[in-house]
T-cell receptor, first 108, second 116 residues
Framework: AQTVTQSQPEMSVQEAETVTLSCTYDTSESDYYLFWYKQPPSRQMILVIRQEAYKQQNATENRFSVNFQKAAKSFSLKISDSQLGDAAMYFCAYRSVFGEGTQLTVNP | EAGVAQSPRYKIIEKRQSVAFWCNPISGHATLYWYQQILGQGPKLLIQFQNNGVVDDSQLPKDRFSAERLKGVDSTLKIQPAKLEDSAVYLC??????????????FGPGTRLTVL
């Protein structure tokens, strides 16, 4: 069965600093996508970034980047130059399987 | 482009009552998902439709939950009868096509259900 694990229920970061959220997963497939979604308080879940397993290069979207380690089945999200608007729950996902989430707090 | 619409946004019912949620996906999206998100947890897939066919309902409590997607567009999720543990946010999401594993899901605002 496919599983997604986020081992950090809560993280905090100072504004303008960098933070990394961790995610591990399990699958028997060789070609797949992984996703990070953001769920701000009382707002809709939105996609932050996605990574195709066959691509060697780590995905980057502006201040958001991933560290994808296929052999280790690890998929972490790095947020650079953190902003107050980054405060949210972050979910790692594989297909329709979501992790338990990491609550990110950004301190001014 | 209009997003995923859900109604109602909030619902409070007594245990053993029935409730129904409605979802209208983004136009042209073949795949529709219903998730249950208990406070502080990640979304759990209840059912996935591809057009009007069911792809995955392995985690749907079929003794009390039912869902349909008539004509491959709108969908309704029903709980009958509700239990206290059904209190959660019910999220609807859609994607262009599930066979493309890279398709992102677009989420609606959710329906917050409280069962008393």
């Amino acid at each position: 069965a496919q599983t997604v694990t986020q081992s950090q229920p809560e993280m905090s970061v100072q504004e303008a600093e960098t933070v990394t959220l961790s995610c591990t997963y399990d699958t028997s497939e060789s070609d797949y996508y992984l996703f990070w979604y953001k769920q701000p308080p009382s707002r809709q879940m939105i996609l932050v970034i996605r990574q195709e397993a066959y691509k060697q290069q780590n995905a980057t979207e502006n201040r958001f980047s991933v560290n994808f380690q296929k052999a280790a089945k690890s998929f972490s999200l790095k947020i650079s130059d953190s902003q107050l608007g980054d405060a949210a729950m972050y979910f790692c996902a594989y297909r329709s399987v979501f992790g338990e989430g990491t609550q990110l707090t950004v301190n001014p | 482009e209009a997003g995923v619409a859900q109604s109602p946004r909030y619902k409070i019912i007594e245990k053993r009552q029935s409730v129904a949620f409605w979802c209208n996906p983004i136009s042209g999206h073949a795949t529709l998902y219903w998730y249950q998100q208990i406070l502080g947890q990640g979304p759990k897939l209840l059912i996935q439709f591809q057009n009007n066919g069911v792809v995955d309902d392995s985690q749907l409590p079929k003794d009390r939950f039912s869902a349909e997607r008539l004509k491959g567009v709108d969908s309704t999720l029903k709980i009958q009868p509700a239990k206290l543990e059904d209190s959660a946010v019910y999220l609807c999401a859609s994607s262009f096509h599930s066979s493309r594993a890279g398709n992102e899901q677009f989420f609606g605002p959710g329906t917050r259900l409280t069962v008393l």
